[in-house]
T-cell receptor
Framework: DAGVIQSPRHEVTEMGQEVTLRCKPISGHNSLFWYRQTMMRGLELLIYFNNNVPIDDSGMPEDRFSAKMPNASFSTLKIQPSEPRDSAVYFC???????????FGQGTRLTVV | KQEVTQIPAALSVPEGENLVLNCSFTDSAIYNLQWFRQDPGKGLTSLLLIQSSQREQTSGRLNASLDKSSGRSTLYIAASQPGDSATYLCAVNGDSNYQLIWGAGTKLIIKP
């Protein structure tokens, strides 16, 4: 397996634009996590899906953030409208089941100017 | 509330030395503990996962131990190499059964 695949690797956008981050989990994994990493706050869990269903979205900062998992092999994290304070590295991780070894993608470095 | 602490925050040692990285957690009711490595600008690579019922796990030159009662885990790196330079993070799987609680990491530099 190629591991968790995220795209794009880098994204630079202007404030107010919509940003969509994509993730393909490891085949067979039924748990998917979106994290955000910043120097100030470290790694923060944004949302957790189990069997394509959002279980915990309490970490989503505000209504500008949304995430979907339409099937077991694809998830998106959308920010609309984006703001400079959203600049961070966003990671997707998968595992099976949720409390087993987590595997991370390479991350998407988002810069909002 | 579970809190995870990693000491030291940074460590620089000469190549070839054996070293120990520390991770402590406040609530001993954990499912497992995972050690990760993160290279600059890269993702997180899982190194070792220790279940709450286990005392240690080994992978190559890495050995991780777990003492739940004292809330401690150590990552032992034998015969360190410059390629081991990275930030090492520990994460505890706590009572939510999926929420990883993260330490701030130890930045390790191995000098050739």
């Amino acid at each position: 397996d190629a591991g968790v695949i995220q795209s794009p690797r880098h994204e630079v956008t202007e404030m107010g634009q919509e940003v969509t981050l994509r993730c393909k989990p490891i085949s067979g994994h039924n748990s998917l996590f979106w994290y955000r990493q910043t120097m100030m706050r470290g790694l923060e869990l944004l949302i957790y899906f189990n069997n394509n269903v959002p279980i915990d979205d309490s970490g989503m900062p505000e209504d500008r953030f949304s995430a979907k998992m339409p099937n077991a092999s694809f998830s998106t994290l959308k920010i609309q409208p984006s703001e400079p304070r959203d600049s961070a590295v966003y990671f997707c991780a998968s595992s099976m089941p949720p409390n087993t070894e987590a595997f991370f993608g390479q991350g998407t470095r988002l810069t909002v100017v | 509330k579970q809190e995870v602490t990693q000491i030291p925050a940074a460590l620089s040692v000469p190549e070839g030395e054996n070293l120990v990285l520390n991770c402590s957690f406040t609530d001993s009711a954990i499912y497992n503990l995972q050690w990760f490595r993160q290279d600059p600008g890269k993702g997180l690579t899982s190194l070792l996962l220790i279940q709450s019922s286990q005392r240690e796990q080994t992978s190559g030159r890495l050995n991780a131990s777990l003492d739940k009662s004292s809330g401690r885990s150590t990552l032992y790196i034998a015969a360190s190499q410059p390629g081991d330079s990275a930030t090492y993070l520990c994460a505890v799987n706590g009572d939510s059964n999926y929420q990883l609680i993260w330490g701030a990491g130890t930045k390790l530099i191995i000098k050739p």
